[in-house]
């Protein structure tokens, strides 16, 4: 059952990284390369120390980044931010957590800033929050979803990044 939860937390993760690709867009300068998302789930994952889920059949459908939420569903995904962002907002789609409290703690840099405390009321679950950005700032931010038990449900991470015009 810990394979699962950490495949799953790594697959979705990759999701973002291929974006990129998919669209065939170039990744932003600086931007995490896929192997090395991956590579930086399992280790995040892993250093949590908790062997099993005390409610196996939880887990996290959908999970992505977005300037906006309207009407319980995001209205994009974003894997990179510029220094023009204000705010980005993080959005899941929870199931099997009904009457559970599910974290988002957020990280910049590998330190946490914030957590936010999420009451699940159904066996499916959307829910989201929100991260104030500071203008100039660049670096990896880190949510990750978790259980009241401490399990990592999923963990996805966004670069904020300082545009340098002077390289146009």
């Not at 280790?43 to 196996?56: A, F, N, R, T």
């Not at 829910?127 to 931010?141: D, Q, R, T, V």
């Amino acid at each position: 059952m810990v394979i699962k939860h950490v495949c799953l937390a790594i697959f979705l993760m990759s999701i973002q990284t291929s974006v990129w690709s998919q669209e065939g867009i170039d990744p932003p300068q600086g931007s995490l390369t896929s192997k090395e998302v991956e590579a930086e789930a399992q280790e995040l994952l892993d250093s949590q120390g908790i062997e099993e889920s005390p409610v196996p059949d939880a887990y996290v459908a959908r999970a992505v980044f977005t300037t906006a939420v309207v009407n319980r569903e995001p209205v994009d995904q974003v894997v990179s931010l510029d220094e023009n962002a204000t705010e980005v907002s993080f959005f899941t789609d929870l199931r099997n957590l009904q009457g559970r409290t599910v974290i988002h703690r957020w990280e910049f840099e590998g330190e946490v800033i914030s957590e936010v405390n999420i009451q699940v009321q159904g066996p499916r679950w959307r829910a989201y929050s929100i991260k104030s950005l500071n203008p100039g700032e660049e670096g990896k931010w880190t949510v990750f979803v978790i259980d009241e038990s401490g399990w990592p449900l999923h963990a996805s991470i966004f670069q904020q990044r300082v545009s340098n015009l002077a390289d146009n």
